[in-house]
């Protein structure tokens, strides 16, 4: 049976696409994924001929959607792993309990949950790269159903032979080219059983859009869709290129990537392709998936003057027009979800002795020491004698109308014309809190120190304090 498989037409076919695109290097493992269904059978007896059973991890992912058929598949991939020489693993996950919770499709959960699975089997086997058996009539499907769904250019460039660690080895040969080397070497494989059901999507557009198309306009229209597919990957790779090149022209990440600050004069200079692919690529740092009406809500206020305010976006995202700058940041995880960027901290934090105090809504913590001898580099430190502040101070927003007369000054100065002064974003003016103890200001922290509690020596005991960004 070797010989015979290694000299078919599509055996060659599928040795010469992975060793031209290298997508199984010398010595690497390969999780396979196999249902039981033509093209992943296809796929486990190639590859096991190709690189040898020993460096193939088959998994089988039973979803719970099918329990009248999971039995004869299992069996039979079982038989057929046993006669190539590999072992088979078979994992369960349970869709319809985790859709329950995510609120997506039953397709869309079922392949989240199957490659969430592959990918925690290569982790476990030492394998590189996870293999799967889509097949040229799966991209032609997968083109139409982003296209009817709605998507732009990179949607429609299809899968690609190799999406990080995910290869597709049969991805430019056709259904019927599978089914016929599997007649021919007397291959069983099972029915997917709910691949006849018109109540998935994708089933509802290969079983009566496609050969409605086929019978009434064009005839080869898997091969137009996939030519298609296939131009405009190679155009979205030049576009992603010079999209990449223009974020690192107008946009600048701040706070260790927890905020990214855009030239919002110079973006709407781009070319409108560039502009709405790096306001994704915005989206995309905070891993989020903006819509087309997001982008271009964004974009359409690049160019409008004296435009200022706070949008805000899904997961807690929030996109911030002020001046000449555009600026993307996430509120943290324990912020409310409707709340603002403005807000500062929302909580005072007591703060008992020496130690770090995190301040998690602003990305900033305090770190306090205490001793003698130390030094200290204003702004971002600050030096006081223990004799004039003590423990506990507090860490809080400031006050409506509150005041302190900073170091090198003998007038008392509204908080909020000291954290106008610091040329920033009206938001970022929320990263510096005052420390106070008890009723008085000892410093707006990242800024000044208070007048009233200054020290010129270190040769006493004094408190140390250190603002500092979250990393």
Request: aromatic share 6%.
């Amino acid at each position: 049976m070797s010989e015979i498989i290694r000299d078919t037409i599509l055996f060659k076919h599928v040795a010469s696409a992975i060793a031209e695109q290298r997508l199984i290097k010398d010595d690497e493992r390969v999780v396979v994924g196999v249902s039981g269904g033509p093209d992943s059978v296809c796929l486990l007896v190639i590859l096991a001929e190709l690189i040898g059973a020993h460096r193939i991890e088959p998994v089988y992912v039973d979803h719970g959607l099918r329990p009248a058929e999971v039995p004869a598949e299992t069996a039979l991939v079982r038989r057929l792993c046993e006669t190539l020489g590999c072992r088979l693993t078979i994992r369960a996950v349970d869709v319809e309990r985790e859709r329950g919770k995510s609120g997506e499709s039953v397709e869309q959960c079922g392949r989240r949950l199957r490659y969430d699975t592959f990918t925690e089997l290569r982790r476990e086997r030492g394998c590189a790269v996870i293999a799967v058996g889509h097949t040229l009539d799966d991209q032609a499907e997968e083109f139409l159903l982003r296209l009817i769904r709605g998507t732009g250019m990179a949607g429609l460039a299809g899968m690609a032979v190799r999406s990080g660690a995910v290869i597709r080895p049969f991805l430019q040969i056709d259904k019927s080219s599978i089914l016929a080397f599997l007649q021919e070497q007397e291959i069983p494989y099972c029915f997917d059983g709910s691949n006849n059901s018109t109540a998935f999507f994708r089933n509802r557009v290969r079983l009566e859009l496609l050969p409605l198309i086929r019978h009434r306009f064009n005839p080869d229209i898997t091969s137009s869709l996939v030519q298609t597919a296939d131009i405009l990957r190679e155009d979205d790779t030049l576009l992603a290129e010079l999209s990449a090149k223009c974020f690192a022209e107008h946009a600048e990440l701040l706070e260790n990537g927890a905020e990214i600050n855009i030239h919002r004069h110079g973006l709407a200079k781009e070319p409108l392709s560039l502009q709405r692919r790096v306001i994704a690529a915005c989206f995309h740092h905070f891993d989020h998936t903006p819509t087309f009406a997001h982008i271009d809500e964004i974009r359409s206020r690049l160019v409008k003057n004296g435009t200022s305010g706070e949008l805000h976006l899904p997961g807690r995202l929030r996109a911030l027009f002020w001046k000449e700058y555009l600026s993307f940041i996430q509120l943290p995880a324990t912020a409310n979800p409707r709340g603002s960027a403005f807000n500062g901290m929302g909580e005072s934090i007591i703060c008992h002795g020496a130690g770090d105090f995190a301040c998690p809504a602003i990305n900033r913590r305090l770190r306090i020491a205490v001793g003698k001898g130390m030094g200290c580099e204003p702004p971002d430190t600050w030096l006081f004698t223990t004799k004039k502040v003590n423990f506990p101070v507090t860490i809080r927003d400031p006050l409506p109308g509150e005041t302190m007369v900073p170091e090198g000054s003998r007038t008392p100065k509204k908080i909020t014309r000291l954290r106008g002064g610091l040329n920033i974003a009206p938001h970022q003016r929320a990263r510096y809190p005052v420390l106070v103890a008890g009723d008085a200001i000892v410093c707006l922290l990242g800024v000044c120190g208070s007048a009233d509690f200054a020290t010129d020596t270190s040769d006493e005991e004094c408190m140390t304090l250190a603002w500092q960004a979250i990393s």
